[in-house]
């Protein structure tokens, strides 16, 4: 499975993102789609997830302003980010996972929250 992700920018604070990821290939793999994010000097962290069946989980510090959606028949991940802060900045990615051990990530988007 292969993650194309795109949407990512400078953005002021308080103001919004969308990031989009589509997968392409193997696609009846995935099961569980989602985004993380890594800060400079920071570890990579989840920021949400969403299952095919729709179930959504978020980062506490995320909760309230970012939505994950899904579009199965595109095969195509959405993360709709408000009341952006600058603590939000980072370098996004795009991950699935699913049967037989399938785990990729897609290159990085970086989001840039500053005035």
């Known amino acids: 499975v292969q993650l194309q992700a795109s949407g990512g920018g400078l953005v002021q604070p308080g103001g919004s993102l969308r990031l989009s990821c589509a997968a392409s290939g193997s696609t009846f793999r995935i099961r569980v789609m989602g985004w993380y994010r890594q800060g400079s000097g920071k570890q990579r962290e989840l920021v949400a997830t969403?299952?095919?069946?729709?179930?959504?989980n978020y980062a506490d510090s995320v909760k309230g302003r970012f939505t994950i959606s899904r579009d199965n028949a595109k095969n195509t991940v959405y993360l709709q980010m408000n009341s952006l802060k600058p603590e939000d900045t980072a370098v996004y990615y795009c991950?699935?996972?699913?049967?037989?051990?399938?785990?990729?990530w897609g290159q990085g988007t970086l989001v840039t929250v500053s005035s």
């Open positions: 991950n699935a996972r699913g049967v037989n051990f399938l785990d990729s």
């Open positions: 969403i299952t095919s069946g729709g179930n959504t």
